[in-house]
C-alpha cells in the first residue's frame, strides 16, 4: 500500500512563501496553515490542481505536470476517459446512494460478478469497502470472524512482514511494520495479537554467497518457527504484500517464496491473505499480481482498492475465496462488518466502467508492454554509459507499469546534494541544508513538471532512498519518455 510521502523539514522563513505554496514545498507553516481550511497530510499546503486529462494535470498557478505513478499507483487508465466519465453521469441522474444493509444496487453486483468471473475460480464473493486501509481492515476482520464461525475462537493471531505497510488505521499500522510510520502510534498499537517475519528482500537480507533458493527456504523455515512459538493452532493467518509498495519501492519476492508460504499457512490450517491494494488490479501486467509474481498462489482473502476504481471514485474490496465463503455460510451466513458507503452505486458503477475499459481495450496487454519499455528506459538512461548518475543508482526493479528505482547515497554526500537543490530550485531557500535524498528528490521532481513518489528508509525503515514510477496502462511510449527524461533531469539536477 501507500504511505504518506516523508515530511520535509523546515528551518526558518522563506523570502518567497508563495511560490513555495505553488511549488507545494514547506514554508512559513503559519501563513501556509492560515491559507487553507484543510487539514493537510503534509506540513505544507500542496499545489491546487484545477484539471486533469490522460495523465497530465493543471495546476492552479497555470502550470501543467505529468503524473509518473497516477497519484499513488491510482490512476490506472488516466484521468477524463469518456467512457467512465458517461457512467458516472448516468448513475448520478439514476440513483446516487441506497444504504447497504438495506437494499443492494445493480452496479454493485455487476462488479461483485465482474471480480468473480474474471478469477478463473479463485474468488466466490466479493465485499466492498471505500479505500485500500478499509479494505485491508475489513480482511483482518473477516479472517477472524471466519474462524469464530468455524468455534476455533483461539485463533487470535496474525503474522506478517517487517517493512511492511497495510494501511493508516489502528490495525493496518500494527499488521504493518514500518517503524517510522508507527512511532507515534506504538503504545496504541495491539503487540499481542500482530508478529512479524523478516522481509523477503533478497538484495539487502540474503546472506554471503546464499542463493536465492536457500534465502527462500531460509524464509520459509523462519515462518514456519514463528508458527510454532505462537502456536500452529492459535495463527489466523499470514498477511503480505504481494509486490511490496511504497515502504521499499517495488519489490517482488524471489521465485518460490509464496509457494513456501502458502505450503507453511496450509501446514497448520491458517489463512494465506494477500494485500494487492496497490500492486493489483492489473498493475503489474496481470489482473492479480500473484498470477505473475506470486508463484500463482491464489490467497484465501485478498484486498484490493487503487486500481479498482482508478481514482474515479473512492473503492476497496476484499476478495473471497471459496474456503473462507463457505465457512461463512455454514456459520452466520452474513458478513459481520459495514460501513455506511459501502458498495456505493456511484463508485461501483465507476469501477465497473474501469474495469471495462481495462479489458475492451486489451490494456493488460499494454501494460506489460510499456513496462518493459520503462524498464528498458530506466535502465538505460539511469545506468547506462553515458548516465551522470549512474553511481548512485543501486537497483532498478518490479514489473508491469509499477517500477522502483533504489539510490545509494553516501551521508557524506548530503550537505552537496542539499547545496545543488538549493542552487538549482526556485523554491529550495530556507529549507533545512540536511534534508535526506528522498525528500530532496519528490521536490525536484515537482519542479521538473512530474509527479513522483521518492522516500526514505527501503532498506531497514530509516536507510535507504527509492523513487516509484507507476503511469496509467494506457501511457504512450512518447509520455514514458518524457516521465523519464524528466526523472534523470532531477536526478542529475541533484547529483550536479
Same mark, same amino acid.
Given at each position: 500500500m501507500s504511505p504518506t510521502a516523508l515530511p520535509l523539514e523546515t528551518s526558518g522563513n522563506m523570502n518567497d512563501s508563495t511560490q513555495a505554496v505553488k511549488r507545494g514545498v514547506p514554508a512559513d507553516l503559519a501563513s501556509l496553515t492560515g491559507s487553507s481550511s484543510?487539514?493537510?497530510?503534509?506540513?505544507?499546503?500542496?499545489?491546487?490542481?484545477?484539471?486533469?486529462?490522460?495523465?497530465?494535470?493543471?495546476?492552479?498557478?497555470?502550470?501543467?505536470?505529468?503524473?509518473?505513478?497516477?497519484?499513488?499507483?491510482?490512476?490506472?487508465?488516466?484521468?477524463?476517459?469518456?467512457?467512465?466519465?458517461?457512467?458516472?453521469?448516468?448513475?448520478?441522474?439514476?440513483?446516487?446512494?441506497?444504504?447497504?444493509?438495506?437494499?443492494?444496487?445493480?452496479?454493485?453486483?455487476?462488479?461483485?460478478?465482474?471480480?468473480?468471473?474474471?478469477?478463473?475460480?479463485?474468488? =466466490?464473493?466479493?465485499?466492498?469497502?471505500?479505500?485500500?486501509?478499509?479494505?485491508?481492515?475489513?480482511?483482518?476482520?473477516?479472517?477472524?470472524?471466519?474462524?469464530? =464461525?468455524?468455534?476455533?475462537?483461539?485463533?487470535?493471531?496474525?503474522?506478517?512482514?517487517?517493512?511492511?505497510?497495510?494501511?493508516n488505521t489502528v490495525s493496518t499500522l500494527a499488521l504493518g511494520n514500518h517503524p517510522a510510520r508507527r512511532i507515534p502510534y506504538e503504545d496504541v498499537l495491539d503487540h499481542q495479537n500482530f508478529h512479524h517475519v523478516g522481509p523477503a528482500y533478497y538484495r539487502h537480507y540474503a546472506r554471503e554467497g546464499e542463493s536465492e533458493a536457500d534465502y527462500v527456504q531460509r524464509l520459509k523455515e523462519e515462518l514456519d518457527a514463528k508458527f510454532q512459538q505462537l502456536g500452529g493452532d492459535t495463527v489466523i493467518g499470514f498477511v503480505a504484500e504481494t509486490v511490496v509498495g511504497a515502504t521499499t519501492g517495488c519489490v517482488p519476492a524471489p521465485t518460490g517464496y509464496f509457494k513456501a508460504c502458502r505450503e507453511i499457512c496450509d501446514k497448520y490450517g491458517a489463512l494465506f491473505m494477500l494485500d494487492e491494494v496497490m500492486s493489483g488490479m492489473g498493475r503489474m501486467g496481470t489482473l492479480h499480481a500473484w498470477e505473475s509474481f506470486g508463484d500463482g498462489m491464489a490467497p484465501d482473502l485478498q484486498s484490493v482498492a487503487k486500481g479498482l476504481g482508478g481514482g474515479f471514485a473512492s473503492i476497496g474490496a476484499v476478495l473471497v475465496s471459496p474456503r473462507v465463503a463457505k465457512g461463512i455460510r455454514d456459520g452466520s451466513g452474513y458478513w459481520l462488518h459495514g460501513h455506511t458507503y459501502q458498495a456505493h452505486p456511484i463508485a461501483s458503477a465507476a469501477s465497473l466502467a474501469v474495469q471495462r475499459v481495462i479489458a475492451s481495450e486489451n490494456l493488460l496487454a499494454l501494460c506489460r508492454q510499456r513496462g518493459a519499455e520503462l524498464e528498458q528506459l530506466l535502465k538505460d538512461k539511469l545506468r547506462g554509459p553515458n548516465a551522470r548518475s549512474a553511481q548512485y543508482i543501486s537497483d532498478i526493479r518490479g514489473g508491469g507499469l509499477f517500477w522502483g528505482v533504489e539510490f545509494d547515497v553516501p551521508d557524506t554526500e548530503l550537505p552537496r546534494i542539499n547545496a545543488a537543490y538549493q542552487r538549482s530550485s526556485g523554491s529550495g531557500q530556507g529549507l533545512s541544508t540536511n534534508r535526506r535524498f528522498g525528500a530532496l528528490l519528490q521536490d525536484m521532481t515537482m519542479d521538473k513538471g512530474l509527479v513522483a513518489i521518492a522516500m526514505t528508509g527501503s532498506v531497514d525503515g530509516k536507510r535507504g532512498d527509492h523513487l516509484i514510477l507507476a503511469p496509467p496502462y494506457n501511457v504512450t511510449s512518447e509520455e514514458l519518455n518524457l516521465i523519464v527524461d524528466r526523472v534523470v533531469e532531477s536526478v542529475e539536477a541533484l547529483f550536479d
Open positions: 484543510i487539514l493537510h497530510r503534509t506540513p505544507w499546503r500542496p499545489p491546487i490542481a484545477v484539471a486533469a486529462q490522460g495523465p497530465y494535470i493543471t495546476l492552479q498557478d497555470g502550470r501543467q505536470i505529468i503524473d509518473g505513478v497516477g497519484g499513488a499507483a491510482v490512476s490506472c487508465i488516466g484521468n477524463g476517459h469518456p467512457a467512465v466519465v458517461k457512467a458516472v453521469q448516468e448513475q448520478v441522474a439514476k440513483m446516487a446512494y441506497v444504504y447497504n444493509a438495506q437494499l443492494s444496487n445493480e452496479p454493485a453486483e455487476e462488479l461483485a460478478r465482474t471480480l468473480i468471473e474474471t478469477s478463473n475460480g479463485a474468488f =466466490e464473493q466479493v465485499g466492498f469497502l471505500s479505500g485500500g486501509s478499509e479494505a485491508v481492515e475489513a480482511m483482518i476482520k473477516l479472517a477472524r470472524q471466519y474462524w469464530f =464461525e468455524k468455534k476455533e475462537p483461539k485463533r487470535t493471531n496474525f503474522i506478517a512482514r517487517q517493512l511492511s505497510y497495510h494501511g
